[in-house]
């Protein structure tokens, strides 16, 4: 199921509003799985990154066991900072509304969100794309950022195009012309607009979800499309990496246990990536409307686990940009809770985003009017700022 992201252009007039495509599997058939299964590493790209310095270039640690839980007041890292991100239960616009819908999040789980998750998937063409709606002041996230720009940061979900060039079926044509550099001023100019607006630590979920075929920027089902999709994908990033005064962190987003497309497939290489993420919900793939263990759920096909090693080979840390609890199967579910909270504490995690409710009526949002008090009493444990 597409992602449902309802994000109005019309400054003062914004609704925003997601659904991972992890929840549809219990609404739905599960999507039919592609039969190719090939296996081999990316090639070279040609695009010549721009150097990190060392603030945010890739970590050389694969994992690591510390359960030191870093200042609030650290922005997130390109290594184990941990930092606890939000998807708001926010159906409002402007940054008193923003700000409550944060302050109950942080009362009920007894944490400090320092970083807030946004999508940016509406664009309908380039213009949009470049002068996405977020920069408006009065959405209220960039305001919320320049209370503390030492510590507050957004994750934004970028995808490759605008929603006027989707072609899921054949995107064959889209990913050339990206891939030859017809795209690169786009992305410059997106690059400069969020420094101009203050957002210049963000964090980019570039492409995000992008082995789904309800994204409009999916990779497509074949070899050749999804090496085209990773060369759009430095272009982009070389293109981000030129504007002054940037220190944008790059997501190389998957979802979880989603086709059965080899990464190697479609990753650009570790140039071009800071972070690995992968989105994950508390539904089996296989039988989602059967509540199974977290240890079942990770080690899935394609699941945390396989991104996991996959992240540990090229060194580089994980993220987990939306993860949440579903309505069906299981409802109240510390178990999942746990699992995550046992994962991040022992693993390289450079952020955790807990999607909160707002996406529909599968989605939960944590407190005690969702439900949810065992998984509020786990979270708090996990993440809480006492933990």
Not at 178 to 184: E, H, P
Not at 263 to 282: M, T
Request: contains cysteine; hydrophobic residues 40%; glycine residues 8%.
């Amino acid at each position: 199921m597409k992602r449902e992201v309802a994000a109005s252009a019309r400054k003062g007039a914004l609704v925003v509003v997601g659904v991972s495509a992890a929840l549809a599997l219990v609404l739905a058939v599960p999507l039919a799985r592609a039969s190719e299964g090939v296996t081999s590493t990316t090639s070279a790209l040609s695009s010549t990154p721009v150097t990190r310095d060392s603030s945010t270039t890739t970590t050389t640690s694969t994992t690591t066991t510390s359960s030191t839980t870093p200042p609030v007041s650290s922005l997130i890292a390109a290594g184990p900072s941990r930092s606890e991100c939000l998807t708001p239960n926010f159906a409002d616009t402007g940054l008193a509304s923003l700000q409550t819908a944060v302050t109950k999040f942080d009362t009920v789980t007894g944490s400090t969100v320092t970083c807030l998750s946004v999508y940016l998937g509406s664009a309908k063409g380039w213009a949009d794309w470049e002068n996405p709606w977020v920069i408006d002041p009065s959405t209220g996230y960039v305001p919320w950022v320049a209370e503390a720009p030492q510590s507050r940061q957004l994750v934004l979900a970028v995808q490759l195009i605008p929603t006027n060039l989707e072609n899921v079926k054949n995107p064959i044509n889209w990913e050339r012309s990206c891939a030859s550099g017809k795209f690169n001023a786009y992305a410059r100019n997106l690059g400069s607009n969020l420094v101009a607006a203050g957002l210049a630590n963000s964090v980019i979920r570039l492409g995000s979800e992008m082995n789904g075929v309800w994204e409009s920027d999916f990779i497509g089902t074949t070899k050749v499309e999804q090496k085209l999709w990773a060369k759009c994908f430095a272009n982009e990033v070389v293109s981000l990496r030129q504007v002054s005064g940037e220190h944008f962190l790059i997501d190389w987003n998957v979802n979880a246990c989603t086709g059965v497309y080899p990464y190697a497939n479609y990753y650009p290489g570790n140039s071009y990536v800071d972070i690995i993420g992968i989105d994950v919900y508390d539904v089996a793939c296989r039988t989602p409307f059967t509540k199974v263990s977290f240890s079942k759920l990770a080690s899935e096909q394609l699941g945390i686990n396989d991104l996991q090693a996959f992240a540990a080979a090229k060194h580089k840390p994980m993220s987990l940009p939306e993860w949440g609890l579903a309505t069906v199967p299981a409802g109240d579910d510390p178990s999942y809770i746990n699992g995550i909270g046992t994962k991040v504490e022992q693993g390289d995690f450079s952020f955790q985003t807990y999607f909160d409710g707002g996406g529909g009526p599968n989605s939960k949002s944590l407190g005690l009017s969702s439900g949810t008090p065992l998984s509020d009493a786990a979270y708090k444990k996990w993440f809480g700022n006492g933990a």
